[in-house]
T-cell receptor, first 115, second 114 residues
Framework: AQTVTQSQPEMSVQEAETVTLSCTYDTSESNYYLFWYKQPPSRQMILVIRQEAYKQQNATENRFSVNFQKAAKSFSLKISDSQLGDTAMYFCAYHSGGGADGLTFGKGTHLIIQP | DSGVTQTPKHLITATGQRVTLRCSPRSGDLSVYWYQQSLDQGLQFLIQYYNGEERAKGNILERFSAQQFPDLHSELNLSSLELGDSALYFC?????????????FGPGTRLLVL
């Protein structure tokens, strides 16, 4: 079974700084997908970014980018020019290449952006 | 707004009771997923339905069951409730069953078992 590990339970940075959230995963599959979801205080789960394992290029979405290291099984999220609205829980998630399964989530990182 | 709706938003009930949570997927989505988020277990996949048929099972207890109806809405039934079933229950939907499809989450139903 796949596992996802987020080693930083909580992080705090100043507004406008850049922050990187770590995620590692364990799998024997070669084809899979990785996601970062954001959960603000409203508890809504919001997709931040998606990465296909067979693509070498790191995904980016505006201020959000990932550093995907397939050999190291690492999938970190970088948030540039952080904003107060980025304060949330961030979950790393894995989707099996087999497809017939739900997402496997890490335990999350609570990110606090200080004014 | 993801387009996925869940009712009710909050539910308070007693141990031993049975409740039904309802989910309507985004327009056009055929797959529905159910997840449980608790302090102890984190976010866990429970079950997936695709176009009315069960497609995948995760860590779903035998006391829990789900179904997807012809209009594609889904219900999650929780019975013989225990204190430990208190959690936030999410429904998510995706267009089909392709690997890596983005799942869009509803706002969740917060269940409190007293």
């Amino acid at each position: 079974a796949q596992t996802v590990t987020q080693s930083q339970p909580e992080m705090s940075v100043q507004e406008a700084e850049t922050v990187t959230l770590s995620c590692t995963y364990d799998t024997s599959e070669s084809n899979y997908y990785l996601f970062w979801y954001k959960q603000p205080p409203s508890r809504q789960m919001i997709l931040v970014i998606r990465q296909e394992a067979y693509k070498q290029q790191n995904a980016t979405e505006n201020r959000f980018s990932v550093n995907f290291q397939k050999a190291a099984k690492s999938f970190s999220l970088k948030i540039s020019d952080s904003q107060l609205g980025d304060t949330a829980m961030y979950f790393c998630a894995y989707h099996s290449g087999g497809g017939a399964d739900g997402l496997t989530f890490g335990k999350g990182t609570h990110l606090i952006i200080q004014p | 707004d993801s387009g996925v709706t869940q009712t009710p938003k909050h539910l308070i009930t007693a141990t031993g009771q049975r409740v039904t949570l309802r989910c309507s997927p985004r327009s056009g989505d055929l797959s529905v997923y159910w997840y449980q988020q608790s302090l102890d277990q984190g976010l866990q996949f429970l079950i997936q339905y695709y176009n009315g048929e069960e497609r995948a099972k995760g860590n779903i207890l035998e006391r829990f069951s789900a179904q997807q109806f012809p209009d594609l809405h889904s219900e999650l039934n929780l019975s013989s409730l225990e204190l430990g079933d208190s959690a936030l229950y999410f429904c998510a939907s995706s267009p089909g069953t392709r690997v890596g499809e983005t799942q869009y989450f509803g706002p969740g139903t917060r269940l409190l078992v007293l």
